[in-house]
């Protein structure tokens, strides 16, 4: 796109910045890492800089995948020699103006006395007492946090640590980038009353981020509230709960930087990204959960922060602004090295931060030059994973290779760069005496001002996120779909975008070119939506009975032709019948709710049906390894349902399993593709590998196959969907073509914003949405944050009673006893609800597909289960806030203790909670 096309484009998003190069002069590191800055990298090779940067990939904000590309920079001589000299210098260099102190958690002990007058709000402004002091009047903002977000997620009763109840940010020059985070945990809470605590009051920032002078500025406010005295008591005696040191080696590639520890203790460590084709970028040495080392590739992670920060869909225009190829190649390569270090259960005093030992001290990294003696196999290896155990196994080789140089007489080569412990120890301790200083002895004004982040992210922002937005809009059309004369067709719709009216569309084409009504067939994941589609095509096409629409289960129990005393359990019947049948004496029911034991087995159950030959053992292995010491339990479980079943019903497995094993005879298969030569399914995303594997034969068999479905809406894990089936669309069905619809035309914009941010979490490589509702109610969706279940419905209710208007809402939960609870509530209050009234409380799952003015969210971490993978909770979260059209409430949980499942693809856990990592940018905040 030519500088005037954007500049006319974003002509009323900004008058200041006219055009696609401000973008790039405006991102903040950007300026930071700027390669002309000789005074500041004068070792810094400018083109060769260039040639090692070139490897980022500036749209997708990663490394090429192209790892030959890689290859040749870490097997170029002249590259190589020119690393290793800035590695070696960078180490020879570490002094107090090159480490850092990078993050700081500080605990102190505030009485009764000192909350009151910190939380004194006379003036009407929590924290914050007038000042006689203009400076820090015009110059210093402390805003009360809407929610302490996920600080006191895990909380459990007898934890040693404190419950923070309220919380507050500062900053200077309205800079929220530059801040320092205040976290008070009041006695009255009960989670408080009558502990011993350590400390209650919680101080952190980012010293890097602000300046000595900054940080001293902003603490004088503690400090005048609570006067001089109480401030020194409280620093004296206040515990370093958590820090991090680091250096930065300035021109060093993150690509050359493969890290050991001295510290053979150390047996674990991970890297990121985790995606099999993609070059390492973050390599940790130890556990995240506790001390570590991390290296990370430092231009890139303050990029990507930047753009996140600024929009939404940065891949879908980066590519067309010009200048984009010499945004990184123009930053100097910065490979950061820092020491993470946790004091929560045995913390040390404040006044002895310089004495405490960094984990810089142990760091190792291998010497550049000898990657000669990697063959290109074991270099690919290492570039792609270098975790603990990948450069301990180089380590090896490389001493290996010294054996043999030794053997032949030639003198063996130096394989690590070792920093001086002592030098290192002396330069974090100096910068934390000035650290210390800083927060001891705090300064009335301030004077120099930094570069406003705030700022550049709001400029960069206006010129991007409009082209983003025109961009994202832009959808197949409908016409152009309904009348695809493809065989295999896959239509990626977001929420609102009008899938269930282009089924409708499909078929009437078809119907228009003479194809037999009895030869198409319409399959809905739930009754509930066949039963739309029915009553939309009998609206539009009153005459063609014959049509089978159904859902998919119902479509194969016609097929098998099963006798009619057999009957079929949904989804939902069979899980009540598995519920019932689980003994409440069995080991397995002692630890788990008896609804949760029903879940997680009948997600055993879904995955064994996935295989001809079916083994309990290796399922609950995969789905479920924590419970595999009730494995005796699930057994009887299993028999005890299929005895229930026997001669009386079939479930959903079962009729997949028969008809794909019917499918096998060529004869049969030739019947059913003869009967129906159109297949259409809606909501493709929740098909598992059963079915897929049916459809497969039938289109290999000659019937076309018409789908629509959003992969970020995959909410049937448990049942054996995996998005890995949609996206090998293209690979699985010749003669294909995908279309999207990018059209929300059911929620307004602050409500497609939010839902967006979700979407990209699920997944960066998916479409995001742009707002068609023209609703002049366009207001951000609501959060508000709740201790227990039963307050946040209390204020739910109450919310409602008050709420005058007449229109849909949906209260959506999690779980069935969730629905239960907030059901009894709106009875005791007389509220009206129910199948026919305008209020309705349902599960996620049952609310898929519906939409109402009103929506009412509740998180999941009200209830103490056993969640499934945060991604796919991420695309629970998805299905719940995308059903709003008008206005939509959050209810989050302060202290879920939930924790989710294992991710499949990263066989991580998260503990952090979806609701309270929403961007607090797309929110209204309640108290």
Same mark, same amino acid.
């Given at each position: 796109m030519s500088s005037s096309k954007l500049s006319k484009s974003n002509s009323k998003a900004t008058t200041s910045n006219s055009n696609e190069n401000t973008v790039f002069s405006n991102i903040v590191p950007s300026k930071i890492f700027n390669v002309s800055r000789n005074a500041k990298y004068p070792s810094v090779q400018p083109e060769l800089n260039r040639k090692i940067a070139k490897l980022t990939n500036p749209v997708s904000l990663n490394y090429t995948t192209t790892i030959a590309k890689i290859m040749s920079v870490l097997r170029d001589r002249e590259i190589v020699e020119y690393q290793q000299s800035l590695m070696k210098a960078a180490i020879n260099n570490i002094s107090e103006d090159t480490v850092d102190i990078d993050y700081i958690r500080i605990g102190l002990k505030l009485t009764q006395n000192d909350i009151d007058k910190l939380l004194d709000s006379e003036d009407g402004f929590c924290f914050v007492r007038n000042s006689k002091n203009n400076n820090r009047q015009e110059r210093l903002t402390v805003n009360k946090m809407p929610n302490v977000g996920n600080k006191n997620n895990g909380f459990k009763t007898g934890d040693k640590k404190p419950y923070f109840t309220i919380g507050f940010r500062m900053f200077a020059d309205k800079d929220e980038y530059r801040y320092i985070n205040i976290f008070i945990a009041e006695h009255y809470n009960e989670r408080n009353d009558y502990r011993a605590l350590k400390y209650n009051c919680s101080i952190e920032f980012i010293p890097t981020r602000l300046s000595l002078h900054l940080i001293s500025f902003m603490l004088y406010q503690i400090k005048s509230v609570l006067e001089i005295r109480r401030y020194k008591q409280l620093f004296d005696n206040a515990l370093l709960l958590e820090l991090h040191t680091g250096y930065i080696m300035y021109g060093v590639s993150q690509l050359f930087g493969f890290m050991l520890t001295r510290n053979n203790k150390v047996k674990v460590g991970l890297v990121y990204p985790q995606e099999k084709d993609m070059a390492t970028e973050t390599a940790y040495v130890g556990s995240y959960a506790s001390d570590h080392l991390i290296g990370y590739d430092k231009v890139l992670k303050e990029n990507k922060m930047f753009i996140k920060d600024a929009v939404l869909?940065?891949?879908?225009?980066?590519?067309?602004?010009?200048? =984009?190829?010499? !945004?990184?190649p123009n930053q100097v390569c910065s490979y950061r090295l820092e020491s993470r270090r946790k004091f929560e259960k045995e913390p040390v005093?404040?006044?002895? =931060?310089?004495?405490? @030992?960094?984990?810089?001290?142990?760091?190792?990294?291998?010497?550049?030059?000898?990657?000669? %003696?990697?063959?290109?196999?074991q270099l690919e290896v290492l570039i792609l994973d270098k975790s603990l155990k990948n450069c301990r196994d180089t380590q090896e080789i490389l001493k290996a290779k010294n054996r043999e140089r030794r053997e032949q007489g030639k003198k063996g080569l130096s394989s690590q760069f070792m920093p001086n412990k002592q030098r290192i120890a002396e330069s974090v301790g100096g910068c934390s005496e000035l650290l210390l200083e800083a927060i001891r002895v705090p300064v009335k004004e301030l004077t120099k001002k930094k570069k406003n982040y705030s700022v550049a992210v709001c400029e960069v922002s206006g010129i991007i996120q409009p082209l983003i937005d025109k961009t994202a809009s832009k959808s197949h059309k409908v016409s152009a779909i309904t009348k695809s004369k493809r065989r295999a067709i896959y239509v990626e719709g977001c929420p609102g975008s009008g899938k269930t009216s282009l089924v409708v569309k499909r078929v009437e084409h078809l119907l228009a070119q003479d194809i037999d009504a009895s030869e198409i067939s319409v399959l809905a994941f739930t009754n509930a939506a066949a039963k739309e589609f029915a009553e939309r095509l009998d609206e539009k096409l009153p005459d063609n009975n014959s049509m089978f629409v159904g859902t998919f289960s119902s479509w194969c129990n016609k097929l098998l032709n099963f006798e009619r005393d057999q009957k079929?359990?949904?989804?939902?019947?069979?899980?009540?019948?598995?519920?019932?049948?689980?003994?409440?004496?069995?080991?397995?029911? @002692?630890?788990?709710?008896?609804?949760e034991v029903a879940r997680r087995c009948q997600t055993i159950f879904n995955h064994m049906a996935n295989f001809d030959e079916p083994i309990l053992e290796r399922s609950i292995k995969k789905v479920a390894p924590d419970l595999t010491e009730f494995e005796d339990d699930i057994s009887i479980l299993l028999s005890a349902y299929n005895?229930?079943?026997?001669?009386?019903?079939? %479930?959903?497995?079962?009729?997949?399993?028969?008809?794909r094993m019917r499918l096998k005879d060529e004869n049969f298969r030739h019947k059913v593709a003869s009967k129906t030569k159109h297949l259409i399914i809606d909501e493709i995303q929740d098909t598992n590998k059963i079915q897929w594997d049916i459809?497969?034969?039938?289109?290999?068999?000659? =019937?076309?196959?018409?789908?629509?479905?959003?992969?970020?809406?995959?909410?049937?894990?448990?049942?054996?969907?995996?998005?890995?089936?949609?996206?090998?669309?293209?690979?699985?069905?010749?003669?294909?073509?995908?279309f999207k619809l990018a059209k929300n035309y059911r929620s307004t914009a602050p409500l497609v914003s939010l839902a967006n941010a979700i979407r990209l979490k699920i997944n960066p490589k998916y479409s995001i949405s742009v707002s068609f509702n023209k609703s002049e109610q366009a207001v951000p969706p609501r959060l508000m944050?709740?201790?227990?279940?039963?307050?946040?419905?209390? !204020?739910?209710?109450?919310? =409602?009673?008050?709420?005058?208007?007449?229109?849909?809402?949906?209260?959506?939960?999690?779980?069935?006893?969730?629905?239960?609870?907030?059901?009894?509530?709106?009875?005791?209050?007389?509220?009206?609800?129910? %199948?026919? @009234?305008?209020?309705?409380v349902l599960t996620y799952h049952n609310g898929k597909g519906l939409?109402?003015?009103?929506?009412?969210?509740?998180?999941?971490?009200?209830?103490?289960?056993k969640l499934s993978s945060y991604k796919e909770e991420l695309c629970n979260a998805y299905v719940a806030l995308t059903r709003a059209k008008e206005t939509l409430t959050i209810l989050a949980c302060n202290c879920?203790?939930?924790v989710y499942g294992k991710d499949d693809e990263t066989g991580k856990q998260s503990g952090r909670s979806i609701f309270l990592d929403l961007p607090e940018k797309s929110l209204e905040f309640v108290d």
């Open positions: 869909g940065w891949d879908r225009v980066a590519k067309g602004l010009s200048g =984009i190829n010499d !945004w990184f005093k404040l006044a002895d =931060i310089s004495t405490v @030992k960094s984990l810089l001290e142990d760091v190792r990294l291998i010497r550049p030059e000898r990657l000669f %003696d990697l063959d290109d196999s079929v359990l949904s989804a939902e019947a069979a899980l009540k019948t598995i519920e019932g049948l689980v003994d409440p004496k069995s080991k397995i029911a @002692k630890k788990l709710y008896l609804d005895v229930y079943k026997k001669g009386r019903y079939r %479930d959903f497995n079962d009729i997949l399993v028969q008809l459809i497969k034969k039938l289109y290999d068999h000659g =019937i076309h196959f018409f789908c629509v479905g959003d992969p970020a809406q995959s909410m049937y894990g448990f049942r054996g969907a995996k998005h890995e089936y949609l996206d090998q669309f293209a690979e699985t069905f010749k003669n294909r073509r995908c944050s709740c201790d227990k279940l039963e307050d946040a419905i209390k !204020w739910m209710v109450k919310d =409602i009673t008050g709420l005058q208007s007449s229109g849909t809402q949906l209260i959506l939960c999690r779980y069935n006893r969730q629905v239960e609870a907030v059901e009894k509530a709106l009875k005791k209050a007389d509220v009206k609800h129910g %199948d026919g @009234k305008t209020i309705q939409e109402a003015e009103h929506c009412y969210v509740l998180d999941p971490q009200f209830s103490k289960c879920g203790s939930s």
